[in-house]
């Protein structure tokens, strides 16, 4: 009887039954699509901030790095992965409490039939695209800086690096530690393995960009000797992902114990 009554209705109120039927006929291609067409994947390495690459903003600090974590995997309404982080890196930025953090991750993309490009989350992806990702217990925006159908691998060679300081407070020689090593979250970068301290024969200078002693107390030459893992990138070596390692360049890096605050690479080997 009620089958009768709601054929009835329908039948009277034809627009109300097409548009009913448009919203089941949408709803069965979404879902075929979902379980029967083969997915797309494609990797993709993410710098992490404000997404539009030539806007200067803030860097992320220590609890985002600390909220970021390998293999968080985020998912669409339908409960299907979209985006999982195979991994993560963090450089301290100099000798600030500020961060570049770096993902690398797998995405489901879709293809654009009519430029061979790719969209992620009804976006354009590509490299220097804004990306916004949605994981379960944290939100990431970021910069497309690596695109690439296979997964991406890094190509890290071990390289001998000298830094140093000439006019240092006397007390960062002590601090500096044989052994101590920085761990970007997936590799040891960077390892202290000698150090060379010798006091400054000539006065202090006002005019030196690095000079870090009083007029009241000494001042100290110090080298330090250290391994590194760089990667080559247009024939220069680089630390991370985007600071280039050359003789004359200050240097940002830190290790638990000791942040090398003003230090010059002197030599690589």
Known sequence: MKLKKTMRFLRKNYIITIFIVCILFV?????ARSYLSKPTYVYVKVKVGQGLWWVTTGKPSIWLVDAIKKEDVSRNLLGNPTAEILSTRYYRWYASDQYD???TLRLKVSMNSKTGGYVYNRSTLSVGSPIELQFPKEEVTGTVIELDKNRIEEKLVEKTIYLVKKYAYPWEFDNIKI????FDGENTIFKIIDKQNQQNMEGFSFNSPYAGASLAEPTNYITVKATALLKNKLGQ?????????VPGKVISISTPNFVFDSYVVSRVE
Not at 179 to 182: E, L, R, S, V, Y
Not at 237 to 245: F, K, L, N, S, T
Request: net charge negative.
């Open 237 to 245: 070596w680089v630390i991370g992902e985007d600071q280039i390692i």
């Open 101 to 103: 953090i770096y993902m």
């Open 27 to 31: 709803g069965v291609v979404v879902v």
């Open 179 to 182: 052994g101590d090593k920085f």
